[in-house]
């Protein structure tokens, strides 16, 4: 019985430490808000990342889509839901997915969390591998764990701009038919 009653213990230590951390957490994602996102991006900010979004839409056939969000709602954090799983819901409620190429990409940031995500709808994952993802993942980490927002969303675009010129240009005297808004999405 001297196992089962240490096992116990540890799990009961275990379940209290997991139900920590989900309190922090939570607590985490609600202490950020609205004003949150205006001091990591100002209006200024916004205005030069819609821009470049717009600039770099006329180079390809692609679209893409900034969400930036300051907490997880309180339904993803009561299941313990991802960022990942975020934002591939916004994913679909942006309608990234419904561009008539099939080669939209979202690029989501969660303040709460620095959390960062990427979602290219299938036409654009077919031709990219998972690895060049993560390098561009990789180099926005360092800019948001440095409190430069908007330095590492102006790179993700800059990145996913290159890949959209490479594998969707726009053949001559062509205009790219702007599907999606230029402008951050903020939550």
């Known amino acids: 019985m001297g196992d089962n009653g240490k096992h116990s213990d540890h799990a009961a230590a275990g379940t209290r430490l997991a139900q920590g951390s989900r309190l922090l957490r939570l ?3 609600r202490w950020f808000d609205e004003h949150d996102t205006a001091r990591a991006l100002d209006g200024s900010a916004l205005a030069r990342l819609e ?3 717009s600039t770099s839409e ?13 907490g997880l709602p309180l339904s993803y ?25 099939n080669n939209g990409v979202l690029i989501y940031l969660l ?17 990219v591998p998972q690895a060049h993802w993560d390098e561009v993942l990789a180099g926005m980490r360092g800019a948001f764990r440095a409190g430069r927002f908007e330095q590492g969303l102006h790179d993700a675009v800059h990145a996913v701009d290159a890949l959209l010129v490479q594998h969707f240009p726009l053949t001559a005297g062509t205009a790219n038919p702007n599907e999606l808004p230029d402008a951050p999405d903020l939550r």
């Open 77 to 101: 954090l009561w299941r313990g839901a991802s960022a990942r799983e975020r934002a591939v819901a916004l994913f679909g409620k942006l309608g990234v997915w419904d561009t008539e190429h």
């Open 111 to 127: 303040l709460a969390e620095h959390a960062i995500e990427i979602v290219a709808d299938r036409g654009v994952a077919r031709r």
């Open 58 to 70: 006329r180079r390809h056939s692609g679209e893409i889509r900034l969400c930036v969000e300051a």
């Open 51 to 53: 821009q470049q979004v």
């Open 27 to 29: 607590l985490r994602h």
